[in-house]
């Protein structure tokens, strides 16, 4: 099993350097590249998330992953201290509107197996799961 960990201090410039990071380990792990490009953009759409709302645009602003690979399962957990987030009552985006926006949640649920928020007194943590080899779909 691998494991590593990392905190992203900024802008929504560490969206990027989010994504990169995860790469990177995902790469030295031997994942698939369909999987990488799936679990990339799954924390992109987390981590834009949380520095678009959970900060709701003030930085420099704060968040940590932990990533954890192996054999079967590769597992991500983003925690952050902004405004807590529970996903209880976010309406599925209407398709035929054309949004911008908005479907981020629907994404990164649609790309990992398992998708958990935790809300708590200051910030959230989302814990991200998808089995290793098993569906591609983003």
Known sequence: MTSDSKRFFGALDQV??????????LREAAVSAREIDAIQLAVSEAAANVMRHAYE???????????????????????????????????????????ESGYGLFLIESIMDEVTYTPGATGTVLRLSKRRGGSDAP
Do not use: H, M, N, Q
């Open 57 to 99: 645009g003030k930085y420099p602003a704060a968040f940590d992953l932990d990533l954890s690979i192996d054999e079967d399962r590769i597992s991500l957990l983003l925690r952050d201290e902004g405004r807590p987030f529970a996903p209880d009552g976010v309406a599925a985006p209407d398709p035929e509107a054309l949004a």
């Open 16 to 25: 990027t350097a989010a994504r990169e990071w995860v790469g990177d380990r």
